[in-house]
């Protein structure tokens, strides 16, 4: 199933979304809302991935990001049980749509609200990051392994998205951000922000809105790779999850020592 998926994957990737590249007109560019993208690149994406991705397991639903912004009761069936494929067709759109990378196509495969194998591609790098749960996370056909050790505070770089924090939150970075070694806003497209935790190209990401699509194929790649996700009260990542607010890190000790330097007092009371 997995090298199915990956051919899959790739073949969409090649004959869909990379055509596209730098070619798309006026008309095949929309807003969805104020600065969220949606491209025909999308949609014919995730039509192909559903047709495929449901043949390929009979039996199973779909769940893309198109399909909840048309419906967005679709999203339920992430916890409704049984096999569902959650599928981001083009994480990154916004830099699809300006003709910057990096963009990907990310898909998950969850089995009673649980990620059981993960898919990223970099579309452009041709790069397909998979992995399943207890079998371990690879990098075209390459075991990975994420950091063991865990620097102080002060050596750790990595990715904190500020676009949807609440001003409680952006208070804190602001606040205690500098006890790290360096942060970016990121690249705007988590497909990328995973797989460079994983390779020590950066060692944490912070993130606020949680979409399943955007994170459920990356928290299990880095996990097994050795690496944690964590919601900002200790809680694991699951794909039902609606909670906002999730501190993905190499490591244990690497998501304490983030989480305490921007923290101390502990992570800021935050209605949903």
């Known amino acids: 199933m997995l090298d199915q998926v990956s051919e899959l994957i790739r073949e969409v990737a090649q004959t869909v ?6 070619r798309l007109t006026a008309d095949e560019v929309y807003q969805k809302s104020p600065g969220d993208m949606v491209t025909i690149a999308d949609q014919e994406s995730e039509r192909a991935l559903t047709r495929g991705l449901t043949a390929l ?7 893309g990001e198109e399909a909840v912004a048309a419906d967005p009761a679709v999203r339920d069936r992430i916890g409704a049980g049984g096999a569902v494929w959650i599928v981001d067709p083009v994480d990154g759109t916004n830099n699809f749509a300006a003709g910057r990378t990096p963009f990907c196509v990310m898909t998950a495969l969850v089995r009673d609200g649980e990620t059981v194998a993960a898919w990223i591609l970099d579309v452009v790098e041709d790069r397909l990051t998979v992995a399943e749960l207890g079998a371990g996370a690879f990098r075209d056909g390459v075991r990975l392994k994420a950091r063991a050790d865990a620097p102080a505070a002060a050596g750790l770089h990595g990715v904190i998205s500020r676009k949807y924090l609440p001003e409680q ?4 970075v602001d606040a205690y951000g500098d006890g790290l070694g360096g942060y970016t806003g990121g690249r705007h497209c988590a497909g990328h922000e995973y797989p460079a935790i994983v390779a020590d190209a950066q060692q944490f990401g912070l993130f606020w809105r949680i979409l399943p699509w955007d994170h459920a194929p990356g928290t299990l790649i880095v996990r097994e790779a050795g690496g944690v996700a964590r919601h900002l009260d200790g809680a694991e990542y699951r794909p039902t999850n609606r909670r906002r607010g999730l501190l993905v890190a190499a490591n244990g000790e690497i998501w304490q020592a983030v989480h305490s330097t921007l923290f ?8 949903d």
């Open 57 to 63: 397991l009979p039996g199973s639903v779909v769940v």
């Open 264 to 271: 101390p007092d502990g992570p800021p009371a935050i209605e």
């Open 169 to 172: 939150l952006r208070n804190q």
């Open 17 to 22: 979304v990379l055509p596209r590249f730098r």
